[in-house]
């Protein structure tokens, strides 16, 4: 039986030196960007892939130094916010970015024991796929090209992670989302792909512009709750005479939006509690200062909420922004596996998790997201059922598997959907990376209706792919299973006020979704692998990839099977002095905030429940829905071969096969009437106003005035001085007759 | 001498300027032209003489020597620039002498 005790051991090195070196992180990999992308034509394939490859490990090698780091309790940061020691935590300020009025943002990176998790997972399965891409790119020209916006991509996704303050993150999410559509689009000469990475850009900047728009709400929130503790009396939680002193301060020098002010700031901001909260401010109390006069604070962080909801549905393709992601697996397949499968779609999830102790205030924002993520999961993965093309099946499984991470994030266990975040990494990507394996040895086939039989051909990648497939399937010895079954317990036990019947919903969904997961992972696995070889097959006989890309597909297989160790229950004393799992009780410094809040105020909390029934129900899920489709797809359609379906399967299967029309819903909705609008505006105001009014128009009134004045131009001294007689003589009669008289 | 007035001076003054004025205006003849001229510029002398006749001061009889002076060098010019002209181009007609048109 481990204890928590064990990460209290003496560190040899001092921290605030490891501190001081975490910009390293991020510096490595930008470098290797700028390196590949200006030089990598002229060092040649194999010093830009070293190059590439050895940034990333190195910002590994010092991440993992970070994590070590922190996982001792002398690691510690004084919060400007409260004042108070943040253990298990590294921080580092590099001063002021900007300033503006009473806004400010800083260069600050912290590493705790949720962003260095998140840390190990980008630049370990970034390295990882870098190493696989050596292989997989070895006939690609632009592979310097490549590696340039792989290396950008790593790099803007630490700064994502690190960032002490909200304006830094976005600084990371948006260089993710250009990365992301950079290589979505990489092969630009292909229309589609092209028109995808346009695509998967556009619908991020919808969410991107409602996360902004959230940021400026929060702080102008924080700038009215500090506005309004100077002016009165009786706000006692926030004159700046106070305990809050420190909080003003920070307020100032820090700016609104740093995570420690802001988690003062949640500290200090409960609901309004009768006669235990009077003379101080509460969330229901009406704003008096500023530009969001009239409104209470409470409604005003459920608005910032879930605007931030909007931005992390575009980031993470949850409803009703996720159809980006799908066409996304236009670019590389190790660009999906790493930005579209483990890190950057987890942004949203980790951004919840990272202001766990503004979502807890807001039941209402919790149950949205909860709502979401449920729906997402169950919708994506029925129209996975109908997908042919093996990338977009693990694109909706993605899709499907962030709405778990939404639900946990919803329902309280932050743990949980992070201890997904990290296993989902670890099993998607692995099989993202089999799938390309398979098409590296197939000739580029995408249809899992033209491969099959696979198994004997590919034997590493079949034994990865399969790892994978039971472990995202849910089936006991593996990692799925007990970080998915962690977020249903979750939901199962969540008492949220105001929403008494959430958690059974949520629940409810939940378990369908592991349901349809483990069926169309289970026929997606069956049709690449099983059975027999396509009579239509691309090539006659696949071969098996290099030992690049075998590797990573193993390290990743045993990863996913080791995974289970963080999610045991009961492993670890946690916090409370109770049993918790392995991950719970390591990210619970930065958790269990939240956690207090809610159980505090009486907002959420979790019933104390065996969870063993629900492991039960979870794991006959998974077995029913793995061993339907394998009887569907091994025994009933192969004997019923060339017959019609029966109607009650035919017409859902064609309404899942075209994903339920949702891309011609938004074409009819949105895109069209915007075309239309655009027409308009070209035809009417573009050509119309200004090109032949405003320009057209001075340029020919003006040839049509010099026409007539060229006349006047003789050349002839005696006419010019007869129009300079006749106007020095109108001038003179005008003198006399008005100005002289 | 009484009958006549300021006024007579100065009417006779526009006259002979106006004369010459419609002279450049109009004429072709390029040692007309110049002439023309030549009546204005004395034109104007009569007007100064005249007021200063009028005003009993001799001041005004100053600008006008000037402009003796002046219209003799402008004469010597003016008919160098002439001949100049007629030697180049043959001519002294000004409506054939236009380069003051691309």
Excluded at chain 1, 346 to 369: E, I, K, N
Excluded at chain 2, 20 to 26: A, D, E, Q, T, Y
Aim: hydrophobic fraction near 55%.
């Amino acid at each position: 039986m481990l204890a928590l005790d064990f990460l209290n051991a003496p560190y040899p090195w001092q921290p605030q030196a490891i501190a001081d070196l975490l910009w390293v992180i991020i510096a490595l990999p930008l470098a290797g960007a700028f390196l590949c992308g200006v030089l990598g034509k002229f060092m040649g394939r194999a010093n830009t892939s070293f190059l590439a490859c050895a940034t990333v490990a190195g910002s590994f090698l010092l991440s993992a130094i970070a994590v070590f780091a922190v996982g001792t309790r002398s690691t510690q940061f004084i919060s400007p916010g409260s004042g108070a020691p943040v253990p298990w935590a590294l921080w580092l300020d590099l001063g002021r970015w900007f300033g503006a009025g009473d806004f400010a943002a800083h260069y600050g990176f912290v590493v705790d024991r949720l962003s260095g998790a998140l840390l190990l997972v980008i630049t370990g399965i970034g390295f990882l796929i870098h190493l696989y891409s050596t292989e997989y790119m070895e006939h690609d020209e632009g592979y310097w090209r490549y590696f340039a916006y792989l290396n950008l991509f790593v790099a803007m996704m630490l700064t994502l992670v690190m960032a002490d303050n909200l304006v830094l993150l976005f600084v990371g999410w948006e260089g993710v989302g250009l990365c992301s559509y950079l290589l979505i689009g990489f092969w630009y000469q292909d229309t589609e792909k092209a028109f995808a990475g346009r695509k998967a850009f556009i619908t991020n900047r919808i969410g991107d512009f409602g996360f902004l728009i959230g940021m400026i709400l929060l702080a102008l929130t924080l700038q009215a709750t500090e506005a309004m503790g100077r002016a009165g009396p009786g706000r006692g939680n926030f004159t700046d005479l106070g305990p809050a002193k420190a909080w003003v301060a920070a307020m100032h020098e820090q700016g609104p939006l740093n995570v420690e002010v802001l988690r003062g700031w949640a500290s200090r901001m409960p609901p309004d509690q009768g006669e235990k909260t009077r003379g101080v401010m509460t969330l229901n109390t009406v704003i008096t200062e500023g530009s969001l006069k009239g409104k209470t604070f409470g409604h005003v962080l459920t608005a910032v909420l879930l605007l931030m909801l909007l931005g992390a549905a575009g980031k993470s393709a949850q409803i009703p922004l996720y159809v980006w992601l799908p066409d996304a697996m236009a670019g590389p397949t190790p660009v999906s596996a790493l930005i579209h499968a483990a890190t950057m779609v987890t942004a949203g999830v980790y951004l919840f998790c990272r202001l766990s102790f503004l979502l807890v205030l807001s039941p209402t924002a919790m149950a949205w997201v909860a709502m979401i993520g449920a729906v997402t999961a169950v919708w994506a993965a029925l129209i996975a059922f109908a997908q042919d093309d093996i990338k977009k099946v693990l694109a909706y499984s993605t899709v499907s598997q962030l709405g778990f991470m939404f639900m946990g994030v919803g329902v309280g266990v932050w743990w949980a959907a992070a201890l997904h975040l990290v296993t989902h990494a670890f099993f998607k990507a692995c099989l993202f990376l089999g799938a390309g394996s398979v098409m590296h040895g197939n000739a580029d086939e995408t249809d899992i209706q033209r491969l099959g039989g696979l198994r004997k051909e590919m034997p590493w990648t079949w034994a990865t792919f399969g790892i994978s497939t039971l472990a995202i399937t849910g089936i006991v010895p593996l990692s799925g299973f007990f970080s998915k079954d962690a977020i249903l317990h979750g939901a199962h036990t969540l008492e949220l006020t105001g929403f008494p019947h959430l958690g059974h919903v949520v629940y409810g969904l939940g378990l369908f979704g592991a349901l349809c997961t483990a069926f169309y992972m289970t026929r997606l696995y069956v049709l690449t692998f099983e059975g027999k070889r396509a009579a239509d097959a691309r090539v006659p006989h696949a071969h098996e990839s290099g030992f690049p890309m075998v590797f990573v597909l193993v390290v990743l297989a045993v990863f996913s099977v080791l995974g289970i160790a963080w999610g045991l229950p009961g492993v670890v004393v946690g916090p409370r002095g109770e049993k918790v799992a392995l991950l719970e009780g390591y990210f619970a410094p930065v958790l269990l905030m939240a956690e207090d809040l809610g159980s505090r105020y009486g907002l959420m909390k979790h019933e104390h429940a065996s969870p063993l029934l629900g492991f039960v129900i979870a794991w006959a899920i998974a077995l029913v829905g793995g061993a339907g489709a394998w009887i569907v797809y091994r025994h009933w359609l192969p004997a019923r071969a060339g017959q019609p379906l029966p109607p009650w399967i035919a017409v859902p299967w064609r309404w899942a096969r075209h994903k339920f029309y949702v891309d011609e819903l938004y074409n009819f909705l949105v895109i069209r009437p915007f075309t239309a609008l655009s027409n308009v505006l070209y035809k009417v105001v573009d050509a119309g106003l200004i090109d032949t009014v405003a320009v057209g128009g001075t340029a020919g009134a003006l040839r049509k005035v010099g026409g007539w004045l060229r006349y006047t131009q003789t050349g002839n001294a005696q006419n010019y001085a007869t129009v300079m007689a006749v106007g020095l003589l109108v001038s003179i009669c005008v003198v006399l007759t008005w100005v002289l008289r | 001498m009484d009958g006549i007035t300021l006024q007579h001076y100065l009417f006779l003054a526009a006259l002979l300027f106006s004369l010459g004025v419609f002279g450049v205006l109009v004429r072709r003849n390029a040692l007309v032209v110049f002439m023309c001229v030549e009546l204005m510029l004395n034109a104007s002398n009569l007007t100064f003489l005249a007021f200063a006749r009028d005003a009993g001061m001799d001041l005004g009889h100053l600008p006008a020597l000037f402009v003796i002076a002046v219209a003799a060098a402008e004469a010597s010019i003016g008919l160098a620039i002439i001949i100049a002209v007629f030697r180049s181009r043959g001519t002294v007609n000004v409506d054939d002498i236009r380069t003051m048109r691309l």
